[in-house]
């Protein structure tokens, strides 16, 4: 199971936002009973290639760091270094133990191709958009919705994730 976060309501999220976009996905992860492993991906792993685009990125788990948050997070990297061990021993210096499960991209557009592009390449099963930080549990169904995604959406409304 992975998190993708923000897929609907950040457009052009800033480091700030990242990170609460991080501890949010983290709330969540441990409500569905798993422990969260952040990472912050981008085109760039640590600082190569060096660009403007991937900057939050980079300072995002510094906001974390300030907040002393109690997961795993670490960034910016590429998606199969935050998703394969293989890759990942390249970076012994990396703070993640394992492949995340919490992936926070830098900008909805991203979000929107990543989930579309699991869903339809690998099969993957989409259940969300899930909304947080609010009092209440709020679903969104897409109008593409499925039986099968209405019935995964009014289980986590039910469970209150998110809310």
């Known amino acids: 199971m992975v998190l993708i976060g923000?897929?609907?309501?950040?457009?052009?999220p800033g480091a700030e936002d990242l990170a609460?976009?991080?501890e949010s996905g983290a709330r969540v992860a441990r409500h569905?009973?798993?422990?969260?492993?952040?990472a912050f991906v981008s085109f760039s792993t640590f600082g190569y290639p060096v660009s403007e685009r991937a900057e939050k990125m980079h300072l995002?788990?510094?906001v974390l760091d300030a907040r002393g948050v109690d997961f795993e997070?670490?960034?910016?990297?590429?998606?199969?270094?935050?998703?394969?061990?293989?890759?990942?021993k390249k970076y012994p210096f990396s703070r993640l133990t394992g492949p995340a499960n919490i992936l926070v991209v830098p900008a909805r557009h991203s979000a929107s191709i990543s989930v579309k592009l699991?869903?339809?390449?690998?099969?993957?099963?989409?259940?969300?958009?899930?909304?947080?930080?609010l009092d209440q549990s709020i679903q969104i169904a897409s109008a593409t919705s499925t039986t099968n995604d209405i019935l995964n959406m009014a289980i986590l409304a039910a469970s209150k994730v998110g809310g």
Do not use: F
């Open 32 to 38: 569905l009973g798993l422990e969260p492993r952040v």
């Open 73 to 88: 997070y670490e960034g910016e990297m590429t998606v199969d270094v935050a998703l394969n061990v293989e890759s990942q």
């Open 118 to 133: 699991m869903q339809e390449m690998a099969g993957a099963t989409v259940i969300g958009p899930i909304l947080t930080g």
């Open 6 to 12: 923000d897929t609907l309501v950040h457009e052009w």
């Open 60 to 62: 995002a788990p510094d």
């Open 20 to 22: 609460n976009i991080a």
